[in-house]
C-alpha cells in the first residue's frame, strides 16, 4: 500500500511551548485516516506543517510522493481549515471562481465548477449573493465547495462538523466518503469520536505533539476489547464504580460504559447490578474510541487551548 | 505565478467594480475643479475695479510721477487698460497728521482704498506710509512700493544737481523685470517661473504622498480583513506568503494605476483644452512641468516608494490583529513620510545642502527629496542612479522582511506581538 502523507519525527516549538514533539505517522493512500486529539494536542500545527503553512523545526513530512510546499503539489491538496473564512463582500460565484483559479483551475473551468457546485448543493439561486448575506450554514457549504472543488488527490479537514447541523453533517459525511470512493485520500481531524469512528478506517491519535496511538480501528478496538460490559438500566448506577474489578465507568444516565480490570468476571458484575437495577440489556463489547480516547488522554485535567 | 496573478486579478475586479472605487476616483478631480470654480466665482463676484489712493504728499511733486510709474508697470494697469490706481493729491490742512485723521474715515467707508503718506525729507525709513483698512493685501503693497520707489529716485535726481532730460530720467528709473533660468548640466538653460516651480514640486510631492500612504495603508487593512475574516489559512493552503504578498501589493498597485491613468487622462483634457482655447506661451512653465522626462521621472519615484511603503505596510497588517493596532504599528511610517514633507522647505531653497543630499540617499525618503531636488535643479545623474540603487536593494530587503514576518503573523489573532517578538520572527 502506498502512503499518501508520511510525517517522520516532526517537531515545532512555539517559544517555550513545544507542539509538535517527535510526530510520525503515514497516512495511506486512499484512506480515510483521523487525526485525534484533544484540544491543544497538535492536530492543527501539524496539519500547517502538512499544508507547508509552518515549516517544522525538525523532521520530515512528504505529501503525494513529494515534499510539502510547490504550486503543483499544493494544487493537489484540498484544505478546509477550523476557522472558516470567505471574503465578505465577494459574491459565491465569484468567491469560488477565485478558490478554484487559485488551486490551479483555469479561471472559467473555475467559475463552471463552483456554480455546479452551488446548484447541487441547493444554493445556485444564490450565486449572485454576497457571501456575507448567507446563513452560517449556507457559508459552510461555500467553504466546503472551495476545498474540493479541484478534485484534490488529498483533502485535509480540520473539525470539519464543528457548530454544524445534523442535515449539513449528513451531506457532508456522504460527499466525504463519495470523495473517498473516487480515490482522495482523506485526514479528518477531530475531537469528536464518534464521527472518527464512523468515517475512518486508521488513525493516529495525538497528545502533547506525540502519538499516543497508531493502527486501524479494528486493531485498536482489539487491543482495548475485552473487559468492556455495556449496560442499559432503570435505578441509579452510580455505586458501579465503586464495585469490585472495575477501573471504569462511563455514565450515561440510564445507561453505563463499565471498563473491567484484566481478568475479571463480566458475570460477577452482573450479578452486583441486578441486586440493585433493573437490568434492561447487558452486553460485553468492544469498546467505544470515545471511550478509549478518554482512557489514554483523558486522565489529566486541562488543555492549552488551540496552538 | 499564476496564483500570484490570480491573486492580483481578484484584488483588482473587487476594487475596481465596486461603485464607491468610481466614486472616490471621479471624486478628487470634481473636488479640484469646484475649488478652481469657487475661485474663478471668487474673482468674478470681486471684478477689478480702479482704486482710488489719497496721497498726502508734503513734496508736491510726487503724486504726478506716481501716476506716470504706476503706468509703465503691469500691476497698475487694468485688462481694459485703465490705471488700476488713481492718485488724488491731498491738500494739506494742518499737519500731515491733521490731514491723514481727516481721512481716515473715508478709509473706514471705502470711499477711498488707502491713504498714501510722503514726508518732505524723504526720509528713507520715517518719510513713508501706507493706511489701508486691510493689509493683507499684498498685491496692492507691493504695486505701490515700486511705484512710489521710482518716482522717489526720480525726485531725487531732480533735487540734485544733475542736469538731466526727461527721457533720460525715464530710463534711469524704469522697473527691470527680473526673471529666473535654471542651468542645466548638458549646457543651455531655460527660463523658469520658480512659484510654477514651486506649485508643481508642492502638488507631485502632495500625489506621492496620498499614493504611498493611501495605497499603503490599503494592503495593510486587506491583510487584516483577511487575518480576521479567516481567510488567510485558506489562502495559504494554496499558495506561498511570498506569492500571495507579491499577489497583493501588485493588486492594489493595480488600482492605483487605474486611477492615476483617470487622472493622468483628466489633466490631458485639460492640457489640450489650455492648447486649443488658450496661448500656449502663457503657460510654458505648467507645460514644462509635465514634461514627459519629468513625469517618467516622477512616475519612477512613485513606483519606487510604493514599492518600499508597501512592503512596510504589509508587515503593519501582518502584525496587527485590527485596524487600530495598525494605526498604531503605521506611526513610524507616517513619521517617515512627514520628515521630509516638512524639511521640504528647507530642501528647495537648498537643494544641493549636504543635507538634503544626503536625505535623498536614505531610501525612505528619497522618493520625496530625490524628485523635490530634480524639480528645482538638476542633481548630477550619478547622484540620481544612486538613490534609485539604494532605494532597489531596500525594497528587496523589505520586502523579504515582510514576507518572513507575514509567515508567522498571518495566522497570530488576539494578542497585539511585541517588538522583541516580532523581530524573533523576522530572523526565524
Same mark, same amino acid.
Given at each position: 500500500?502506498?502512503?499518501?502523507?508520511?510525517?517522520?519525527?516532526?517537531? +515545532? $516549538?512555539?517559544?517555550?511551548?513545544?507542539?509538535? &514533539?517527535? /510526530?510520525?505517522? %503515514?497516512?495511506?493512500?486512499?484512506? @480515510?485516516? *483521523?487525526?485525534?486529539?484533544?484540544?491543544?494536542?497538535? +492536530? $492543527?500545527?501539524?496539519?500547517?506543517?502538512?499544508? &507547508?503553512? /509552518?515549516?517544522? %523545526?525538525?523532521?520530515?513530512?512528504? @505529501?503525494? *510522493?513529494?515534499?510539502?510546499?510547490?504550486?503543483?503539489? +499544493?494544487?493537489?491538496?484540498?484544505?478546509?481549515?477550523?476557522?472558516?473564512?470567505?471574503?465578505?463582500?465577494?459574491?459565491?460565484?465569484?468567491?469560488?471562481?477565485?478558490?478554484?483559479?487559485?488551486?490551479?483551475?483555469?479561471?472559467?473551468?473555475?467559475?463552471?465548477?463552483?456554480?455546479?457546485?452551488?446548484?447541487?448543493?441547493?444554493?445556485?439561486?444564490?450565486?449572485?449573493?454576497?457571501?456575507?448575506?448567507?446563513?452560517?450554514?449556507?457559508?459552510?457549504?461555500?467553504?466546503?465547495?472551495?476545498?474540493?472543488?479541484?478534485?484534490?488527490?488529498?483533502?485535509?479537514?480540520?473539525?470539519?462538523?464543528?457548530?454544524?447541523?445534523?442535515?449539513?453533517?449528513?451531506?457532508?459525511?456522504?460527499?466525504?466518503?463519495?470523495?473517498?470512493?473516487?480515490?482522495?485520500?482523506?485526514?479528518?481531524?477531530?475531537?469528536?469520536?464518534?464521527?472518527?469512528?464512523?468515517?475512518?478506517?486508521?488513525?493516529?491519535?495525538?497528545?502533547?505533539?506525540?502519538?499516543?496511538?497508531?493502527?486501524?480501528?479494528?486493531?485498536?478496538?482489539?487491543?482495548?476489547?475485552?473487559?468492556?460490559?455495556?449496560?442499559?438500566?432503570?435505578?441509579?448506577?452510580?455505586?458501579?464504580?465503586?464495585?469490585?474489578?472495575?477501573?471504569?465507568?462511563?455514565?450515561?444516565?440510564?445507561?453505563?460504559?463499565?471498563?473491567?480490570?484484566?481478568?475479571?468476571?463480566?458475570?460477577?458484575?452482573?450479578?452486583?447490578?441486578?441486586?440493585?437495577?433493573?437490568?434492561?440489556?447487558?452486553?460485553?463489547?468492544?469498546?467505544?474510541?470515545?471511550?478509549?480516547?478518554?482512557?489514554?488522554?483523558?486522565?489529566?485535567?486541562?488543555?492549552?487551548?488551540?496552538? | 505565478?499564476?496564483?500570484?496573478?490570480?491573486?492580483?486579478?481578484?484584488?483588482?475586479?473587487?476594487?475596481?467594480?465596486?461603485?464607491?472605487?468610481?466614486?472616490?476616483?471621479?471624486?478628487?478631480?470634481?473636488?479640484?475643479?469646484?475649488?478652481?470654480?469657487?475661485?474663478?466665482?471668487?474673482?468674478?463676484?470681486?471684478?477689478?475695479?480702479?482704486?482710488?489712493?489719497?496721497?498726502?504728499?508734503?513734496?508736491?511733486?510726487?503724486?504726478?510721477?506716481?501716476?506716470?510709474?504706476?503706468?509703465?508697470?503691469?500691476?497698475?494697469?487694468?485688462?481694459?487698460?485703465?490705471?488700476?490706481?488713481?492718485?488724488?493729491?491731498?491738500?494739506?490742512?494742518?499737519?500731515?497728521?491733521?490731514?491723514?485723521?481727516?481721512?481716515?474715515?473715508?478709509?473706514?467707508?471705502?470711499?477711498?482704498?488707502?491713504?498714501?503718506?510722503?514726508?518732505?525729507?524723504?526720509?528713507?525709513?520715517?518719510?513713508?506710509?501706507?493706511?489701508?483698512?486691510?493689509?493683507?493685501?499684498?498685491?496692492?503693497?507691493?504695486?505701490?512700493?515700486?511705484?512710489?520707489?521710482?518716482?522717489?529716485?526720480?525726485?531725487?535726481?531732480?533735487?540734485?544737481?544733475?542736469?538731466?532730460?526727461?527721457?533720460?530720467?525715464?530710463?534711469?528709473?524704469?522697473?527691470?523685470?527680473?526673471?529666473?533660468?535654471?542651468?542645466?548640466?548638458?549646457?543651455?538653460?531655460?527660463?523658469?517661473?520658480?512659484?510654477?516651480?514651486?506649485?508643481?514640486?508642492?502638488?507631485?510631492?502632495?500625489?506621492?504622498?496620498?499614493?504611498?500612504?493611501?495605497?499603503?495603508?490599503?494592503?495593510?487593512?486587506?491583510?487584516?480583513?483577511?487575518?480576521?475574516?479567516?481567510?488567510?489559512?485558506?489562502?495559504?493552503?494554496?499558495?506561498?506568503?511570498?506569492?500571495?504578498?507579491?499577489?497583493?501589493?501588485?493588486?492594489?498597485?493595480?488600482?492605483?494605476?487605474?486611477?492615476?491613468?483617470?487622472?493622468?487622462?483628466?489633466?490631458?483634457?485639460?492640457?489640450?483644452?489650455?492648447?486649443?482655447?488658450?496661448?500656449?506661451?502663457?503657460?510654458?512653465?505648467?507645460?514644462?512641468?509635465?514634461?514627459?522626462?519629468?513625469?517618467?521621472?516622477?512616475?519612477?519615484?512613485?513606483?519606487?516608494?510604493?514599492?518600499?511603503?508597501?512592503?512596510?505596510?504589509?508587515?503593519?497588517?501582518?502584525?496587527?490583529?485590527?485596524?487600530?493596532?495598525?494605526?498604531?504599528?503605521?506611526?513610524?511610517?507616517?513619521?517617515?513620510?512627514?520628515?521630509?514633507?516638512?524639511?521640504?522647505?528647507?530642501?528647495?531653497?537648498?537643494?544641493?545642502?549636504?543635507?538634503?543630499?544626503?536625505?535623498?540617499?536614505?531610501?525612505?525618503?528619497?522618493?520625496?527629496?530625490?524628485?523635490?531636488?530634480?524639480?528645482?535643479?538638476?542633481?548630477?545623474?550619478?547622484?540620481?542612479?544612486?538613490?534609485?540603487?539604494?532605494?532597489?536593494?531596500?525594497?528587496?530587503?523589505?520586502?523579504?522582511?515582510?514576507?518572513?514576518?507575514?509567515?508567522?503573523?498571518?495566522?497570530?489573532?488576539?494578542?497585539?506581538?511585541?517588538?522583541?517578538?516580532?523581530?524573533?520572527?523576522?530572523?526565524?
Amino acid at each position: 500500500m502506498t502512503t499518501a502523507v508520511s510525517l517522520v519525527n516532526l517537531t +515545532k $516549538t512555539f517559544g517555550e511551548h513545544r507542539a509538535v &514533539d517527535g /510526530l510520525s505517522f %503515514d497516512v495511506p493512500a486512499g484512506s @480515510i485516516f *483521523g487525526l485525534l486529539g484533544r484540544n491543544g494536542a497538535g +492536530k $492543527t500545527t501539524t496539519i500547517r506543517m502538512i499544508m &507547508d503553512i /509552518l515549516r517544522p %523545526d525538525s523532521g520530515t513530512v512528504a @505529501i503525494l *510522493g513529494g515534499a510539502a510546499g510547490g504550486d503543483v503539489l +499544493k494544487d493537489r491538496v484540498g484544505y478546509l481549515p477550523e476557522e472558516r473564512g470567505l471574503y465578505p463582500k465577494m459574491k459565491l460565484a465569484d468567491m469560488l471562481e477565485f478558490a478554484g483559479s487559485i488551486k490551479g483551475l483555469a479561471v472559467p473551468e473555475a467559475r463552471r465548477r463552483g456554480i455546479a457546485w452551488l446548484d447541487r448543493l441547493e444554493l445556485g439561486p444564490w450565486k449572485d449573493k454576497k457571501v456575507e448575506d448567507l446563513s452560517k450554514g449556507m457559508q459552510q457549504k461555500v467553504q466546503f465547495i472551495g476545498a474540493i472543488m479541484s478534485k484534490p488527490d488529498l483533502l485535509i479537514l480540520d473539525e470539519p462538523f464543528s457548530g454544524m447541523d445534523p442535515v449539513n453533517q449528513e451531506i457532508f459525511k456522504d460527499l466525504i466518503l463519495e470523495l473517498n470512493r473516487e480515490g482522495c485520500t482523506i485526514i479528518f481531524s477531530t475531537h469528536v469520536m464518534d464521527s472518527a469512528e464512523k468515517l475512518c478506517r486508521e488513525i493516529a491519535l495525538i497528545n502533547h505533539g506525540q502519538a499516543v496511538l497508531k493502527g486501524t480501528i479494528g486493531e485498536i478496538k482489539k487491543k482495548f476489547g475485552t473487559n468492556t460490559v455495556a449496560l442499559e438500566f432503570d435505578g441509579d448506577g452510580s455505586f458501579l464504580g465503586g464495585l469490585p474489578g472495575v477501573e471504569k465507568v462511563h455514565h450515561g444516565g440510564q445507561t453505563a460504559e463499565v471498563r473491567l480490570a484484566q481478568g475479571a468476571d463480566t458475570q460477577a458484575l452482573l450479578r452486583a447490578a441486578m441486586q440493585k437495577l433493573v437490568i434492561r440489556h447487558f452486553s460485553v463489547v468492544t469498546p467505544t474510541l470515545h471511550s478509549i480516547f478518554i482512557q489514554q488522554v483523558g486522565s489529566e485535567q486541562g488543555g492549552n487551548g488551540n496552538a | 505565478m499564476r496564483k500570484v496573478l490570480m491573486v492580483i486579478r481578484r484584488e483588482y475586479l473587487q476594487s475596481v467594480t465596486k461603485k464607491s472605487f468610481w466614486i472616490g476616483t471621479l471624486a478628487f478631480p470634481l473636488v479640484l475643479m469646484l475649488i478652481f470654480g469657487l475661485v474663478i466665482l471668487a474673482h468674478v463676484v470681486n471684478p477689478e475695479t480702479q482704486r482710488k489712493i489719497s496721497f498726502i504728499d508734503e513734496t508736491g511733486s510726487l503724486a504726478a510721477n506716481m501716476t506716470e510709474a504706476l503706468a509703465s508697470q503691469e500691476e497698475g494697469v487694468l485688462s481694459d487698460g485703465k490705471p488700476a490706481f488713481v492718485v488724488e493729491s491731498i491738500p494739506l490742512t494742518g499737519t500731515v497728521e491733521q490731514t491723514r485723521q481727516g481721512l481716515e474715515q473715508r478709509v473706514l467707508d471705502e470711499e477711498i482704498h488707502g491713504i498714501l503718506v510722503a514726508r518732505q525729507d524723504l526720509d528713507p525709513n520715517q518719510g513713508f506710509g501706507l493706511y489701508l483698512k486691510s493689509v493683507g493685501d499684498e498685491d496692492t503693497g507691493r504695486t505701490l512700493r515700486r511705484a512710489l520707489q521710482s518716482a522717489v529716485v526720480q525726485l531725487r535726481l531732480e533735487r540734485s544737481e544733475i542736469d538731466l532730460d526727461r527721457g533720460t530720467l525715464d530710463a534711469f528709473v524704469q522697473p527691470i523685470a527680473l526673471k529666473s533660468f535654471e542651468v542645466k548640466a548638458g549646457g543651455g538653460a531655460t527660463e523658469k517661473n520658480p512659484a510654477v516651480a514651486q506649485i508643481g514640486m508642492l502638488g507631485f510631492s502632495m500625489i506621492l504622498y496620498i499614493v504611498l500612504f493611501f495605497y499603503g495603508f490599503a494592503v495593510a487593512r486587506g491583510i487584516i480583513q483577511e487575518k480576521s475574516g479567516r481567510v488567510m489559512e485558506v489562502l495559504l493552503g494554496s499558495m506561498t506568503p511570498n506569492q500571495l504578498i507579491t499577489g497583493k501589493i501588485l493588486g492594489v498597485a493595480a488600482v492605483s494605476l487605474t486611477q492615476m491613468i483617470v487622472y493622468a487622462g483628466t489633466a490631458w483634457a485639460a492640457r489640450i483644452y489650455i492648447m486649443l482655447k488658450q496661448d500656449p506661451e502663457q503657460f510654458r512653465s505648467i507645460l514644462e512641468l509635465v514634461a514627459p522626462a519629468r513625469l517618467l521621472l516622477f512616475l519612477l519615484f512613485v513606483l519606487l516608494g510604493y514599492f518600499l511603503y508597501t512592503s512596510l505596510f504589509a508587515i503593519v497588517g501582518a502584525v496587527s490583529s485590527t485596524e487600530q493596532d495598525a494605526q498604531n504599528f503605521q506611526t513610524p511610517l507616517v513619521m517617515m513620510l512627514m520628515i521630509p514633507y516638512v524639511m521640504s522647505v528647507f530642501f528647495v531653497k537648498h537643494p544641493d545642502s549636504p543635507a538634503a543630499v544626503a536625505a535623498s540617499f536614505f531610501p525612505p525618503f528619497t522618493p520625496m527629496v530625490m524628485f523635490m531636488r530634480i524639480s528645482v535643479l538638476t542633481p548630477p545623474v550619478w547622484q540620481i542612479a544612486l538613490s534609485i540603487a539604494l532605494m532597489l536593494v531596500a525594497i528587496y530587503f523589505t520586502f523579504r522582511l515582510a514576507a518572513k514576518i507575514f509567515r508567522i503573523g498571518s495566522l497570530m489573532h488576539g494578542k497585539r506581538p511585541t517588538l522583541p517578538e516580532i523581530v524573533r520572527w523576522a530572523r526565524s
